[in-house]
C-alpha cells in the first residue's frame, strides 16, 4: 500500500515519531515504498477556527466564488476545520469539495428583531425565540448560534437581547434536540444570564466577570474569546458614540481590560478555543494571528492546543491518532519556541492529499 511518510515532532507531543499516511487516515506503519513528504520537521493536527463565516459578508450571503476563496485563505493559513458561528448562506456544497476545510455549522444567527447587523441574521421576537432555536438546531450541525446582546437604542447600551427566562427556555430546547448552544456576548448581563442557564458556549466573552468566570470554570462553559475582531472595539466605539455615548463608553472599557478579563477565565480554567469571528470587518485565514493573540494571555502550548489538538475533540473531530483523518500542518521549526511561526507552514494536509506549502 503506497501513502506517505512524515517523520518529525507531533505536537503536543516532544519526541519524533514516523506518521504514516494513506487512503487519507493515518495508519500503522512501516509503508512500503511510501514518498517521504517531510523530515525534521514539526506537526500540528489541522488548525481549528472555531469563530468564523464562510458564506458570509458584510451585506449577508456572498456568491459562491466569493465563499470558496475564504474557505481557502483558511485551508491556506492551516485551518482545516471550521466552526460556522452563524451564516445566512447555504453552504453545504463545501462537504462534497475535498480540497475545502471541514465544516461545522450553526445554522443561522437568531437575533431580536431590528437589533443586529442586518441581512445576517433569523430576526425574532421572544415569543418566537425557542421554536427558531429549535429549527436551527435541526438545520445545523449540533451547534446554534445566539445574538445574546447588542446596543439597545431605548437605553443607549448593550443589553440583553431577550429575556433570561425565554434564553434558559431556548438552551433547553436545543439540548433537548441533542444539539449545542453558543452566544455573542460583549456585556457583563447577558453572559450572566446565559451561562445561569446551562449555554454551552460564549462568543467574545469581554463582559465577563469574576462570578461569571468562576461558574463557567465549574460548568466547563467555553470560551471563544474572537481577539482578532476585538481589536475592532476601538472603531465600535467611536462609530456609536455619537448617538449613544453610554455605549461608547462602555466598549472602550471593554476594551481596555479585555486582556486581563480573558486572562482569568484562563487561569480559572475555562476551556478556551481558536476563533477568528473571519467574514465581515475580520478577514479570512487568520488562525495564525488569533494563535499570536492567545499566547498574550497564556503559554505557547496553550494558544497551540487552543486552536489544534484541544480544539478537534471539543468540536467532535480526532486528533492524528491511527485511524484518524490525515489532517493535518507542517511547521520547519518549532512553534513553541515561537508563535509567528504558524505564519509560515511548510505543509498543508487534508484528507491526506498536500493542498498547500512548497512540495
Not at 512524515?6 to 500503522?28: H, K, Q
Not at 486582556?259 to 487568520?286: F, M, N, Q, S
Not at 505557547?300 to 486552536?307: H, I, K, N, T, W
Request: hydrophobic share 45%; net charge negative.
Amino acid at each position: 500500500m503506497a501513502g506517505y511518510l512524515i517523520r518529525g515532532v507531533v505536537l503536543p507531543d516532544t519526541e519524533p515519531r514516523d506518521l504514516w499516511i494513506a487512503d487519507g487516515v493515518v495508519v500503522e506503519g512501516p509503508l512500503a515504498d511510501a514518498d517521504v513528504l517531510a523530515t525534521d520537521c514539526w506537526v500540528l493536527p489541522g488548525l481549528v477556527d472555531a469563530h468564523c463565516h464562510i458564506g458570509m459578508g458584510a451585506e449577508g450571503a456572498v456568491p459562491r466564488g466569493v465563499a470558496w476563496a475564504q474557505a481557502v485563505a483558511d485551508r491556506n493559513a492551516g485551518t482545516l476545520l471550521v466552526r460556522d458561528a452563524g451564516c445566512p448562506a447555504d453552504t453545504r456544497w463545501i462537504d462534497a469539495e475535498p480540497t475545502l476545510p471541514r465544516l461545522v455549522r450553526a445554522g443561522r444567527h437568531i437575533a431580536r428583531t431590528r437589533r443586529y447587523i442586518r441581512h445576517l441574521a433569523a430576526e425574532v421576537e421572544p415569543e418566537q425565540l425557542v421554536a427558531e432555536a429549535t429549527r436551527q438546531a435541526l438545520a445545523g450541525d449540533g451547534w446554534v448560534k445566539l445574538v445574546g446582546d447588542w446596543v439597545d437604542r431605548s437605553v443607549g447600551d448593550l443589553a440583553p437581547s431577550f429575556p433570561a427566562e425565554t434564553t434558559a427556555e431556548a438552551i433547553a430546547a436545543v439540548h433537548a434536540v441533542g444539539a449545542r448552544i453558543t452566544a455573542h456576548c460583549f456585556g457583563e448581563e447577558a453572559v450572566a444570564d446565559l451561562v445561569d442557564a446551562g449555554i454551552d458556549c460564549i462568543e467574545h466573552g469581554t463582559g465577563l466577570t469574576d462570578e461569571v468566570i468562576a461558574a463557567m470554570a465549574a460548568r466547563g462553559t467555553a470560551l471563544v474569546p474572537t481577539m482578532c475582531n476585538l481589536d475592532n472595539f476601538p472603531i465600535h466605539a467611536v462609530e456609536g458614540e455619537d448617538k449613544f455615548p453610554v455605549y461608547g463608553a462602555h466598549m472602550k472599557d471593554l476594551w481596555r481590560r479585555h486582556h486581563e478579563t480573558l486572562g482569568k477565565a484562563r487561569e480559572a480554567g475555562v476551556p478556551i478555543y481558536c476563533g477568528t469571528d473571519a467574514g465581515t470587518t475580520v478577514t479570512h485565514g487568520r488562525s495564525p494571528s488569533e494563535i499570536e493573540h492567545l499566547g498574550r494571555i497564556g503559554d505557547a502550548d496553550f494558544a497551540l492546543g487552543a486552536a489544534s489538538w484541544r480544539a478537534r475533540p471539543w468540536l467532535g473531530r480526532e486528533n492524528l491518532e491511527v485511524g484518524a483523518p490525515a489532517d493535518l500542518v507542517v511547521y520547519p521549526v518549532d512553534p513553541r519556541q515561537d508563535l509567528r511561526v504558524v505564519q509560515g507552514p511548510s505543509l498543508v494536509v487534508l484528507r491526506g492529499a498536500v493542498v498547500g506549502g512548497p512540495r
